[in-house]
Structures are given as structure tokens and as C-alpha cells.
């Protein structure tokens, strides 16, 4: 049992406050999921070339000055460093490929996240409201988020192992239930080269629905991909740069409910999640169906 949490901003003039209405979201959600949570949030477009980079280290107070410092004679480029707790969030004009072989070589005991224009990734164990909390997430402004509270069924609580995952750039999800077949279909991807970062059966999914939009798929026609292949039961909420999607499998066991209305589109595992959100006395409030695709676009 975990929950999920969605938040999609339409009125420009509340993304400044998108942490602040998403935040009780997640702490109701809590109690699906005690044990670490995590969200994705994604804010404006950087410019030209430059992405950015979420990143964990294992402890508080590390060194991140070192790591800068590191990275800038490496790569002898502009580099800024944002640091929040044990999370931080590296902007610069290199490549992904090249910034995580080199992290992970170097600075192993660091975990980057995340890979974007748009997206940053804060994931930890400990109780949801704790997390909150401690990386600020009422602060947190932009046009939409993913977030999730983890109740581990297959997998070590671990901060490589909470929710959300991301696979290539600005693709996230969060996942309530359990996949029977990862293993299968994490074969079939490391064949192709793609390569995995942890054993739980979220990435799996994960990795399989961004390669296929790689190989060319809409997300739509990845998640049409995902029901053929991805067995068991789930929920499943994903963010793109562009795009906020929701999907049950086709028993649909696992609980969602969305309210909607001219300002946004909320999304959470129980409707007390969304109780305090303005106008939601008036929102449209629906369970998404069984193998129904509801995108939302940015």
C-alpha cells in the first residue's frame, strides 16, 4: 500500500503556491506510506543547452563545495550548486551521459536523481510530513508535481528506492501496487543497453515507458505498450515536461480519485487528500476507469 499525489497547475497565477496546496496532499497520504516519500516538481525551462541535476548524498553536511569545485575543474565549465539538506541541484551545459559517469566514478557515494530542463527530484526515507519539512516542499513553485509516500512491499526502504523514478530527461513516476513481471522486462531493456540503478519493480516500468517514447512512442501509445506489457496490478501517475497522466490497470484495484477544476488538476490515492484544496466543493471529482489514459497537458 503506498500513495500517490498529483498536482497539475492551469491558472498561472497559483503555480507560487503549487507546494503550498500540494504538501497536505502528501501529508494525508502518509498514511499509505510511513516510510519515505519523494516528489518531482517541474519549474521553469532553462535556457539553450543547460540542464540540471538533482542530487543525494548519504549524509547531511557534506561537502558539496568540494564536489563543485571538483566538477568545475573537470569539466571547466560554468556550474552553480543549490543545496537543500542533503539534496542538491547542479545547473550546467553538460550532457547527462557525461555528468552521471563522472559523478558515479568520482563521487560514488552520490546518487543523481534526476536529468532536465524543467525537472528536480527530492526522495528520502522517513516519515512523510518529516520530509516535507525538511526540504521545504511548501516553498516549492512551478507548473506541476508527482509526488508519493512509500509502503515497501518488494524492495529495501532506501532513498535510491523511494518514489518517483526518472528515466532519461524530465520523465518521472510514482507507482501504487506491484509489477509480477520486472525481472522480464528488465531483461528485455538491459539487452538493449539500458542499464538499471536498483531492484525495485517501480524502475522497471519506469525504464520501459520512457524507452518506448525514445523509440519514438507518444506517452500515450507508451502506456498502450505498458498494458500489453507490464503485468500485475497498478496505479500508475507520470510527468513529463509537458504532461501530468494517470492509468489503472485493467482490474483497477489499486484506489485514485481526481478533482478538477478551472484552476488544476489534483490527483491522490484517497479524497481526503484533496479536501482542503480551494473550489474542490465544486471540482469535477472522478475514479479514473480501467485501462482509460487521462493526460493532462502543461
Request: glycine letters at 8%; hydrophobic letters at 40%; a negative charge.
Amino acid at each position: 500500500m503506498c500513495g500517490i499525489v498529483g498536482l497539475l497547475i492551469k491558472n498561472p497565477a497559483l503555480r507560487p503556491r503549487l507546494g503550498e496546496l500540494m504538501t497536505p496532499i502528501l501529508d494525508e497520504m502518509a498514511a499509505r506510506g510511513p516510510e519515505s516519500a519523494g516528489l518531482a516538481v517541474f519549474t521553469d525551462q532553462l535556457s539553450g543547452v543547460q540542464r540540471k541535476y538533482s542530487i543525494h548524498a548519504p549524509i547531511w553536511g557534506y561537502d558539496w563545495s568540494g564536489f563543485e569545485a571538483r566538477f568545475i575543474e573537470r569539466f571547466g565549465t560554468e556550474a552553480q550548486l543549490a543545496v537543500t539538506g542533503n539534496h542538491a541541484v547542479l545547473v550546467c551545459d553538460e550532457a547527462p551521459a557525461a555528468v552521471k559517469k563522472w559523478t558515479q566514478e568520482h563521487f560514488g557515494q552520490l546518487h543523481v536523481l534526476s536529468a532536465g530542463r524543467v525537472i528536480d527530484v527530492y526522495k528520502d526515507i522517513g516519515h512523510p510530513s518529516e520530509i516535507a519539512l525538511r526540504y521545504d516542499f511548501r516553498k516549492l513553485s512551478g507548473t506541476h508535481v508527482v509526488g508519493h509516500t512509500r509502503m515497501a512491499t518488494e524492495s529495501a526502504v532506501t532513498p535510491d528506492r523511494a518514489h518517483p523514478f526518472t528515466a532519461g530527461e524530465d520523465f518521472c513516476l510514482v507507482h501504487n501496487g506491484t509489477i509480477s513481471n520486472p525481472y522480464m522486462i528488465r531483461r528485455k531493456l538491459e539487452h538493449r543497453g539500458i542499464v538499471f540503478e536498483t531492484d525495485n519493480d517501480t524502475e522497471a516500468a519506469t525504464r520501459f515507458l520512457e524507452w518506448r517514447m525514445r523509440e519514438g512512442d507518444s506517452l500515450e501509445d507508451a502506456l498502450r505498450q505498458g498494458f500489453r506489457e507490464l503485468d500485475g496490478f497498478y496505479t500508475f501517475l507520470i510527468g513529463t515536461d509537458t504532461e501530468l497522466a494517470l492509468v489503472r490497470d485493467a482490474f483497477a484495484c489499486k484506489p485514485a480519485i481526481v478533482a478538477e477544476t478551472d484552476d488544476y488538476v489534483a490527483i491522490a490515492s484517497e479524497f481526503r487528500g484533496l479536501a482542503h484544496l480551494p473550489g474542490v466543493n465544486n471540482a469535477h471529482l472522478f475514479e479514473p476507469m480501467p485501462e482509460e489514459l487521462y493526460v493532462w497537458k502543461v
